[in-house]
């Protein structure tokens, strides 16, 4: 759960294995949908950074275990006198709806319904504020954020906003109640104590260090990184830059999270980078960014949930433009 939009372990991982493996079609198309749906995510918050003047507590990325079924809710806004439980869908192109069916027109296939996605999310909701003694009503919203987005034959239903009503649909949050107390803030708390950090849906596929190309990628293409000078790193194929410390830190923190059990040490670093950036420089940055653990040869160290968040926000994927360029230039690499 965060105060902005995340991008998913399995969209991370999926995302780095792209870049250094041959995915299946499935898992192609796993990564297309998980990228698109943050990059939905990523719109809704922006207009709500940009036009939301009203004050309330805005959640992101929030999963829940309701009994035996995990909730997961793209946005939960607390305000006042009521909860706003957001789900936002990035559908590009023309739909349309036939008995409580939805279907894509091209290519034509059925979809899931989202208002059935919404309306079972609202009743787990139900049931966790009824578990934990929280009293704030829950308004539903469908949003349909991308501007091409056509609806057939749409029902008649006041949780569905689509992208020519944002603007009203914000205004109206604007209108809406915003005292936040220490009951708001308690609330909060509840759902940052009983967030699950992991889904238990996510599927990968197989994959070991062998067979992973090595190297540092570039974060623009995706291509090698090679090194310009002592200080940066540079890619001959877009020709752009990085701090070689930099361009390491987020080759350790991508060692990290496709091989959580693997130890960070100098070696493993040095060979994940492809032998690009001698062992006394990631020695240096491993003792200066990260925490040790043990001593001698058999050193390594840990990287806390601060540093994680650190990348993060050098890799500035919670910028909608950033994202976008990235991952078009990701999702093309062969």
């Known amino acids: 759960m965060n105060q902005f939009p995340l991008p998913s372990s399995e969209l991370q991982v999926l995302t780095f294995l792209h870049a250094r493996m041959r995915l299946s079609p499935t898992d192609r198309n796993r ?31 929030l999963r829940l275990k309701v009994k035996q079924n995990e909730l997961q809710i793209d946005s939960l806004l607390i305000f006042q006198e009521r909860v706003f439980l957001i789900e936002v869908k990035n559908f590009e192109g023309h739909y349309y709806v036939n008995q409580d069916k939805w279907y894509s027109i091209e290519p034509k296939s059925e979809i899931q319904n989202p208002l059935s996605q919404l309306k079972r999310s609202e009743l787990l909701l139900v049931k966790f504020f009824q578990q934990n003694n929280i009293h704030l009503p829950i308004t539903p919203c469908l949003i349909f954020i991308h501007p091409e987005f056509i609806l057939y034959q749409a029902p008649y239903d006041t949780s569905i906003i689509f992208p ?13 109640p915003d005292s936040i107390t220490r009951e708001h803030r308690e609330i909060q708390q509840v759902l940052s104590q009983q967030h699950i950090q992991q889904s238990s849906h996510v599927e990968l596929p197989e994959y070991n260090f062998r067979k992973l190309k090595k190297g540092i990628l570039c974060n623009h293409c995706g291509k090698l990184l090679t090194e310009a000078n002592r200080v940066m790193m540079e890619c001959k194929y877009c020709g752009n830059e990085e701090r070689k410390e930099d361009a390491v830190i987020r080759s350790i923190y991508e060692f990290t999270l496709l091989f ?7 070696k493993n670093i040095h060979d994940w980078c492809g032998g690009s950036v001698p062992n006394k420089t990631i020695r240096r940055i491993l003792a200066n960014e990260l925490e040790k653990d043990g001593g001698g040869r058999s050193t390594s160290y840990i990287l806390s949930e601060e540093m994680k968040y650190s990348f993060l926000n050098k890799m500035n994927w919670f910028s909608e433009d950033n994202f976008q360029s990235f991952n078009k230039c990701l999702l093309t690499f062969k």
Do not use: A, C, M
């Open 164 to 176: 020519g009503q944002l603007r009203r649909f914000i205004q109206s949050l604007n209108n809406t």
């Open 31 to 61: 990564l297309h949908n998980l990228s698109r749906g943050f990059e939905g995510e990523l719109k809704f918050y922006q207009l709500l950074k940009k036009h939301q003047t009203s004050k309330s507590i805005n959640l992101f990325d």
């Open 260 to 266: 959580p059990d693997e130890k960070i040490s100098v």
